[in-house]
């Protein structure tokens, strides 16, 4: 799922028409339109997305919030921030981009990003 589907998906379970929830977020709805159809890429700042996830009833803290927030950076065209500032997980990111590509990793480098996820 990407942001804009899940933005979509959030607003309409709080019964907010586009029109109410751009005015409630400040936020231009054509533009947002674009977002949420996943033809415009994001650059609302994290305040505004903090403002969005309390208009949308998230909660810090809940896998909700956090699947907001990864998502937003990814349609920021940016990796998440805890990725980058965890040496472990970014030194898995090339087996994790390999084997998701379906190039086939190493069994050492497979089971080095196995393990990485059980301990996350």
């Given amino acids: 799922m990407l942001f804009g589907e899940f933005i ?3 607003r309409l ?3 907010l028409s586009l029109r109410k929830f751009c005015d409630m977020a400040g936020v231009d709805a054509s533009n ?3 977002i ?3 033809l ?3 650059s609302v700042e994290h305040d505004k997305l903090v ?3 309390h208009i949308l009833n998230l909660q810090e803290g809940t896998p909700e919030w956090t ?3 990864d998502l937003a950076a990814v349609a920021k065209g940016k990796i998440p921030e805890y990725v980058y500032s965890n040496q472990n997980v970014l030194e898995a990111l090339p087996i994790f981009f390999r084997t998701a590509s379906k190039e086939k990793p190493t069994d050492e480098e497979l089971n ?3 393990e990485l996820i059980k301990h996350r």
Avoid: A, T
Wanted: charged share 40%; aromatic share 12%.
């Fill in 8 to 10: 979509k998906e959030k």
């Fill in 13 to 15: 379970s709080v019964d």
């Fill in 32 to 34: 947002w339109s674009k």
């Fill in 36 to 38: 949420e159809r996943n």
């Fill in 40 to 42: 415009m890429p994001l």
């Fill in 51 to 53: 403002e969005i996830c």
């Fill in 67 to 69: 699947k907001f927030f």
């Fill in 112 to 114: 080095k990003l196995i």
